[in-house]
């Protein structure tokens, strides 16, 4: 579940690939990778160097290009782009301690590189990969390119309605036919032109990058590769063996044509080390080609669809993933927003409601003052003045009689710790909360004490009491030289049982 997750968040490798060499340009699908054609140039297009132009005219790639994509339609592809090793420079370069943000990468990278390339440094596109990381060691493989020269090799296709988003150096697109379960460090020698270019790989980790022009050996080339290739594997192997540690374990041939076999058998004769051609399952491997069949490995071998490294001048962005990550997000706040819609629907609601209640409530008052004022008139006639002062001395003195005061120090002797007095008792003219349905009177008391924690006993009584509700303590005086006593003031509901 998680793989298929995954591999449908990934985005999907270039509608084509192709690889441009200097008497070819060859070209596969990426989704079809037996769909594969060659087309060759009636004369050489292009020179590989990293400082100098590399293709004096593209019109024969651009002819080429026509032929390739006559069935293509009116779509914009995306597309991959293998392009020769002696374009660019591959540097290997090891670091104690390597940036986490991305532009001081690339500053540092640059700093390195400044002195190493033949062409402005912070003009060229840079990219990167890191091979291995380890505790006080980090390596990078770093590939720069002039960026007039790679505009060279894009303007080609852009110019014919393709996307350029993955562009890299033949031999690295390669690797993927380099690799194997077995342990060892594997060499590869692989020609294009007199460019010769040879790797070392260890489980696809690049060791050793040379990539030499030899067309001051030209001489030489003509008397067999071997004399020319032989003292340059020779000066690898022990590479190998003196700074890697390691003896090379296989050789792997590329571009060699019908001398393959002679060249590889030298090697066995002389090094000691099996030799076999560059192969793919797509398709044998050559010079125009090699690249490109790397990349169709790479791309439906179900690795990550992004290459190791990308020297495009406007690369793939990881489109997919974003697109989901703002589908999701879109749909979370959707969802959200139907729910705060929802929450405040039923607001309204419930304010309507309250709306409709307070109006019935203020049509009851309304009511009630009414008959209020009605009875206020009547009682406010001349004639009616004696009755109305009679009732209230009356109501005044039942609510006084009402209470029997022996009862009531009756019932604070229940509650009376023995340590404290009562010194005054009074029923103020403010009646009770009665909340609780029972009938209750507040109690105004002054009482004193000897010890502080007199009053909490107090309070503690009073709560076990039924005849007592809630009690509050207004005000406290500790004692003093002339009254030895701590006096509080204390207010209690009182409810007395007649």
């Not at 297009?45 to 132009?53: D, F, V």
């Not at 990468?105 to 990381?133: G, T």
């Not at 050996?217 to 003196?242: N, R």
């Not at 729910?339 to 049509?363: E, F, M, Y």
């Amino acid at each position: 579940m998680i793989g298929k997750l995954q591999r449908w968040l990934s985005d999907p490798p270039p509608d084509r690939v192709f690889e441009i060499a200097e008497y070819s340009l060859a070209e596969a699908a990426s989704r079809n990778p037996s769909d594969q054609h060659n087309e060759s140039l009636e004369e050489r297009g292009l020179t590989a160097s990293p400082s100098l132009p590399n293709i004096p005219t593209a019109e024969p790639y651009r002819k080429a290009l026509a032929r390739l994509a006559a069935g293509d339609g009116a779509k914009r592809m995306t597309t991959a782009l293998v392009i020769p090793d002696y374009a660019v420079r591959m540097t290997i370069l090891d670091f104690e301690e390597f940036p986490v943000g991305e532009p001081e990468r690339e500053a540092l990278l640059r700093f390195r590189l400044r002195k190493s390339v033949p062409f402005p440094i912070d003009e060229a596109q840079l990219s990167y990969s890191v091979q291995m990381e380890e505790k006080g060691r980090i390596e990078i493989l770093a590939v720069t390119v002039a960026r007039p020269i790679l505009e060279e090799y894009e303007t080609i296709f852009t110019d014919a309605g393709y996307r350029v988003g993955v562009v890299i150096p033949s031999s690295l697109a390669a690797l993927p036919l380099c690799a194997t379960s077995e342990k060892g460090t594997t060499l590869l020698a692989k020609v294009a032109g007199p460019i010769l270019t040879v790797l070392l790989t260890d489980q696809g980790r690049v060791r050793l990058v040379r990539c030499l022009d030899l067309t001051s050996d030209e001489h030489e080339k003509q008397q067999g590769w071997d004399k020319t290739v032989a003292p340059l594997v020779q000066q690898t192997i022990a590479f190998a063996e003196d700074q890697l540690g390691q003896k090379v374990s296989r050789a792997l041939l590329c571009g060699f044509a019908e001398e393959t076999a002679r060249l590889g058998a030298q090697m066995e004769r002389e090094f000691g080390i099996p030799f076999s051609p560059l192969v793919s399952k797509f398709g044998n491997a050559s010079t125009g080609n090699a690249g490109m069949l790397g990349l169709l490995e790479h791309f439906t071998g179900g690795a990550a669809q992004r290459a190791p490294i990308n020297s495009a001048l406007q690369p793939f962005r990881h489109e997919r993933a974003q697109t989901a990550t703002l589908a999701l997000a879109g749909s979370l706040l959707l969802c959200s927003l139907f729910v705060l819609t929802g929450l405040i629907l039923h607001s309204h609601g419930q304010a309507a409601d309250l709306r409709r209640q307070i109006d019935v409530q203020q049509g009851v008052l309304q009511r009630v003052q009414r008959e209020q004022g009605q009875f206020s008139s009547v009682l406010s006639k001349p004639e009616n003045a004696d009755i109305f002062t009679k009732s209230v001395f009356l109501n005044e003195l039942i609510a006084r009689r009402g209470l029997s005061w022996t009862r009531v120090f009756k019932d604070m002797e229940t509650v009376m710790p023995a340590n404290m007095r009562l010194l005054g008792i009074r029923l103020p003219q403010v009646g009770a909360d009665d909340s609780d349905g029972i009938n209750r009177v507040q109690l105004d008391m002054f009482v004193g004490a000897t010890q502080p924690d007199a009053v909490i006993s107090l309070f503690k009584n009073l709560a076990k009491s039924s005849l007592f509700g809630s009690a509050s303590m207004l005000n406290q005086s500790p004692p003093t030289q002339n009254d030895p006593l701590y006096k509080y003031r204390v207010t209690v509901a009182y409810a007395q049982k007649l």
